[in-house]
């Protein structure tokens, strides 16, 4: 039996001097990145830092991997794949097969190299700009995984009709979102990586997580669903799919593209 979860979005009851604190002071600094205001050019360079103490080291690195797990009910063997935001490929270990062809797209050069060096036999890397279409030629793809990176596209409608685009008609879409703009993992932000940036830079973190995070995890699911694609499954981790993204870090899903 299906079961539907309302879902409060406690930041439509707080006040907003709790809601900056939590999601970033979107009143104030907006979700258009200012390439060179002082705060993100330290971020650009501090960001490889910030990822490996706080993404995967510890609860980061738990709550990340609770989200690949989905791949497990992927059948990979032969098909075309692409990633966008690969990292450095930490979900291998849930793999079922191997792919034909896996094209690994990312802003960051770095972690390209980093992804090519685990498959140089079946690995095409592909250098994006932020909010540019993929260079990709249509229905060309069996499964594009994306793991949270969603959250971080400013123009999400038409990048997600983009992907539908190269995706083949039935091919799927799979990744994972942490729940931004849902109290558990604002609050975990607040606790952990928010006072790592502060401890270790003099970045103002409240900025840069409205130029990071534009999205909200609700908005990221109904945009999916906007531009045609069909849910197969999906998962609210750590406590499961029966209660609210409020009390859950991250979402993992599978769609497809009818």
Not at 126 to 136: A, P
Not at 209 to 222: K, R
Not at 226 to 241: A, C, I, Q, Y
Request: net charge negative; hydrophobic share 35%.
């Amino acid at each position: 039996m299906d079961v539907t979860i309302i879902e409060m979005k406690l930041r439509n009851i707080f006040p907003y001097s709790i809601n900056k604190r939590l999601f970033g002071d979107r009143e104030r600094f907006g979700m258009i990145i200012e390439e060179k205001d002082k705060d993100w050019v330290e971020w650009m360079n501090f960001y490889e830092e910030f990822y490996h103490n706080t993404q995967k080291k510890g609860v980061g690195d738990y709550i990340n991997e609770l989200g690949y797990r989905i791949l497990g009910d992927i059948d990979f063997d032969q098909k075309t794949i692409l990633e966008v935001g690969p990292g450095s490929l930490p979900h291998m270990k849930f793999w079922q097969g191997k792919p034909k062809k896996y094209f690994i797209a990312d802003v960051n050069n770095f972690f390209l190299s980093q992804s090519l060096e685990k498959i140089p036999d079946i690995g095409e890397p592909l250098l994006l700009k932020r909010e540019n279409k993929i260079d990709l030629e249509d229905n060309s793809i069996d499964i594009l995984i994306t793991f949270y990176c969603l959250e971080h596209i400013l123009d999400l409608k038409n990048q997600l009709l983009d992907y539908r685009r190269i995706i083949k008609p039935g091919g799927l879409l799979v990744g994972g979102i942490p729940n931004e703009g849902h109290f558990m993992w604002g609050l975990g932000r607040y606790l952990t990586s928010r006072r790592f940036v502060h401890k270790n830079s003099s970045i103002n973190y409240d900025k840069i997580i409205c130029w990071e995070h534009p999205n909200y995890a609700d908005t990221v699911l109904d945009n999916i669903i906007d531009t045609g694609f069909v849910e197969v499954k999906k998962n609210s981790l750590p406590l499961g799919r029966f209660t609210p993204m409020d009390l859950n870090l991250i979402t993992s899903f599978i769609y497809k593209n009818i």
